[in-house]
């Protein structure tokens, strides 16, 4: 992995500022949430402290204590009367919670809704009944079928149920001893998809702040005995009170009404008896995108909440003599912090103060969400930018550190060139890091090794010039020696010694050349191209070279393979003409005797290409770019004198004079090798 990734992938930990900002304004909400909570509870406990002080506020009614639970029925305001036609749409549009009635069995027999408007009282009543019995008027009994039965303070009406049509309310008249009709109950039948339902209306006054209500779902077969009956009458026979909200618990709790904070006072069975103030909307989340407030929801993820009743209120904070507090899900995303606290008189004649009711204190949590919000959305975009600024500020330094080590790596590829000669161009680094200390060391140690080198190629010349005056002694010396008289064994060693000086001079004759010619290469490279370059016929320069080697080398056939038509070339004939004589010579060295050397010129679109292709042994592994160094042989030849791997060292000088280059490689079938010498057009 390049360095720039590798810097990429370190700068991706930057991202850990925004995930810690977010865990961060968790533990804030989760604060916020807990601080606005325990601003519920103590509003709401001040409310509760300031009821017991003054029970008659919220259990006005003398009659309601001692009363059994589920035996009252609430009286739910109106804004206006009903119709009473007996299908309730008014109903329905008023969304009230209705009251379910169970007969014996613990089965849903029937809902009732109560709620008043001025002066009257108003009933919807829905009864499930797949077989109703209605009433038969030639029977003459007062009830003949399924029947509805009203408890109030003094008296007790049967309703007969009716497929449709108004209601009948009958009640038996005690000192007259017949039974009559009630005409200030009003109502209606109509028939259900379930059974049938009543609407009914009824004075106030008429109850004596009582009321019980019973169905009596009679058998269709024979309508003597009650197939299914409820009833809210309790067992000692006396109906539940009613129940409504209060007006001077009212005019008291709006003494402590607050923006965006509702306050509802409850009995002890969870009847609303006063409400003040109303819980705030979402109205600012909604004018959000919704795929910002989607995204916070996400960050800022919280346990799933219980969903807020539509209609009524919580039962776990509507009832019971321990505070409560809980957050619900409301609408439009927001959540809504509830609190209750029990009203209990203060009596202290009392051994177990009775519990009066429930203060309840409801507020929007969206003026939390809000902040918190906005909040999470400066993090995020601070924290966004810091991140975004330091990944652009570590890609752009990784780019930087990069462009700095390529660069020292392309300086040191062509640092050398094919020649082992320092280019000289190597640059030296200004920066004090690490890089540039690098460099530096680098840069000097290229300079050393460019030294040792001119040492080592001036070695040559200088052991040429310094060994050739004491060979030419010592050669003198035996010609000397060899030109008197000597005996059979010292002739020998006097011949043996003259060899070996001849070897020796050979050496260093192939030494004083191959340095003379690089000598002269360097001096023409300095030199203007027109002074030692010319235009010639490289197909009628490779045609005589062939011919002379046909003659030099009469154990080997030679064959030369041209392109038709003139091959022009630009350079010094006489070198590559010196050059061919080396790959020649190589060839000539390892080919079979009477085996043929191919000499092939080719034409690319900017270049010749000129190959020498002889059979015999394969090149050494690893030393394919190696034989064209200097001093370096893989000849096995005996001892002869003259092979000291200088010929293709010369050759490679002569191509790169020619801006062309030497290559080495074993023929595709394996049966020898081939040297071919790729040399740049004039017009390219």
Known sequence: MKLRRQLLLVSLFALALPWAGCQYLRQVDSALAQGQMQALEATASAVAARLASAPQLIAPDPERP???????????????????????DEWRSWQLPPRQLHAGDGSPLARVTMGRHDAYIYLLLTVADDTPAYQDPRTGLLASGDAVEIYTGGRHYTLPVASQGSATALWRNLRRGTRERELRLRGRWTASADGYQLELALPYSLTDGEFALAISDRAASDGATPQKRASTLPADGRPGRLVQPLPDLQAELEHFARPQLQLVVVDSEGYRLAAVGERAGGGELEQQHWLRNWLYRQLLSRTALPAMPGGSLPGELARGRDRAEQWYQGPRETRIGAAGVPVITRADNIVERPLLGRVIALQSGHALQSLTQSAAYQLWLVSCIAAGSALLLLLGYASWLSWRIRR??????????????????????????????????????????????????SL????????????????????????????????????RALEGSGRLSGILNSLSAASHLEASIRQAEREPAERNREEFELDDLLQVLTDSYRDAHPGHRFRLACPAGAQRCYGAPELLAQLLDKLVDNATSFAPEGSEILLQLERDADAYRISVSNDGPLLPPGFAHKLFDSL?????????AGHLGLGLHIARLIADFHGGRLEAADRGDSSGVIFTLHLPRRDS
Not at 66 to 88: S, W
């Open 66 to 88: 001692g009363r059994p639970p589920g035996a009252q029925f609430y009286l739910h305001p109106l804004p206006q009367p009903p119709l009473l036609d007996g299908y309730g």
């Open 408 to 457: 020292l790596h392309r300086a040191a590829r062509n640092a050398v060139d094919a020649s082992g000669r320092l280019r000289g161009d190597f640059p030296r680094a200004r920066m004090n890091d690490e890089l540039g200390a690098l460099n530096r060391a680098f840069a000097s140690l290229l300079q050393e090794l460019d030294q040792y080198h001119q040492y080592l190629r």
């Open 460 to 495: 040559a010349s200088k052991l040429s010039h310094e060994l050739r005056t004491p060979l030419a002694v010592v050669r003198g010396s035996l010609d000397n020696l060899s030109a008197g008289e000597l005996d059979e064994d010292s002739r020998r060693y006097a011949e």
């Open 632 to 640: 370096v042989s893989v000849r096995d030849d005996g001892g002869r």
